[in-house]
């Protein structure tokens, strides 16, 4: 073990004096050789170096380049790649939002609204609202592009405290709960496809969603260019699913079977807590419409791509539910979605005969592309905030050949496969959306702030100031309706958790405090995964 240690920090220090000249980066811990000599973990593996950084074909001129950030600096020996281009950038949003959500949710939505007409007014209001979110995160995005999306915006405009805050919920609850209600609703529409009558066991449907946490693991962990080829084929793979519903809803249509939407507005206006909750609802289908500002160190040209795949993705994402829902109601009553535990594969069961097998496919298909992307994002916010020193150090880290953030990767599937052994998919949705809207709410107001904090700073895309403003308010809205209308302890115990990272914050960030046996736990799982810092700042003899 000692040999190994040494051989793998005196091929740091060689690779880190080849580069020290040109780096730009982060400060990070110094190791210590077993014979004294002193390195740092910015360098790489035996021979084998990184992949060759991708060059700017782009044009853009200096300021632009500026505002790439040096996240990715070529000349980095170790650093993430800008490989995330349009397509993949429309994909990713596109892939991660429409997930489980819309098979899932029309039912929940129906049950709190007990109407039609509300519930498409809400399907409507819910992709505005996303939409209205995204372009206010592209501005955030294209003034900071560092990975970590709300994480380094809070930085920017409030200072480490909050952003620690931020870092420590979505860390430890609300992608990891995000991951698995998805993989929950992946192995709930495979086994169904196995099942015929009774409801299939629930240790299955566990075990399954498991084996998909794993599989996807692997593939992010593997290459990133793998991970976002999963991402493209799924979704595309998932459009078509979609298309064979909007199709079928227009086929029932024209045969003049509209009857499940007249008289859309009949029923008990709901009151404000329940249409609060039923936006909980829909907003969970249109998850991830800020996902992409996770990862904008590997978008290609962030200061283009990144407003122009919102503008393409969220508005088409949109259009399908609005049709999704038209084609269910065109097939079954508001009732019988209600009764449903599979919207979908029902519809599939109607329409398609023989091949009513091909909606649980569809389906399975469309969460593990979205579990995909949404582990994708979550490694990034991980490996953004360690590198700060808001985490762990060993979660900044990068495979040294793959360039892949495999330790923050790993970290984020643990704690989603804890939850689902011991969760349901009912109660981390409502954990989930609560806990989400404080932090959106807490974007668009430091948004807001660096309007009048930083009014000089480039911003190659800006929005209205309108838009961050509704946002704002329309999320202390679902933040505070909900509680007043039904109090329930849950949302106390939530509050209680965002604000228990101070217990943390303080020691082990403010004050700088480190157990001392870290630094051996660091450099076993840096020798156990392979896995180096991106950047240095030590200089050599």
Known sequence: MRDKIYQLFCLQKNACRQNSDNYQGHNVPIKTASNGTTCTNGGTFGTEGPETAETDTSGT???????EGNGSTPNDPIHLQRRVGLFSGVALIVGTMIGSGIFVSPSGLLVRTQSVGVSFIIWLVCGLLSLLGALAYAELGTMNTSSGAEWAYFMDAFGPAPAFLFSWVSTLVLKPSQMAIICLSFAQYAVEAF???????MSVVKMVALVAIVMILFVNCYSVNLGMAVQNIFTSAKLVAVLIIICGGAYKLFQGNTQHLQNAFTGQTPSIGAIATAFY????????????NYVTEEIQNPSKNLPRSIIIGIPLVTLCYILINISYLAVMSSTE???????????????LGVLAWLMPLSVTISTFGSANGTLFAAGRLCFAASRE??????????HVRRLTPAPGLIFHSLIAAAMVLYGTIDSLIDFFSFTAWIFYGGSMLALIVMRYTKPNHPRPYKVPLIIPVLVLIISAYLVVAPIIDKPQIEYLYALI???AGLIFYVPFVKLGMTPSFMDKVTLFFQLLLEVVPTSSMAMFD
């Open 337 to 351: 979605m209600i009764e449903s535990e599979a919207v979908a594969v029902t519809f599939g069961n109607r329409m």
């Open 195 to 201: 099942v015929d009558e009774c409801d299939p066991p």
């Open 389 to 398: 020193g808001h985490l762990l150090d060993i979660l900044s880290y990068v």
């Open 497 to 499: 958790f965002i604000f």
């Open 281 to 292: 609802t829909g907003l969970w289908a249109y998850d991830g419409w800020n996902n992409l």
């Open 61 to 67: 001129g200096g300021m632009r380049k500026s505002l």
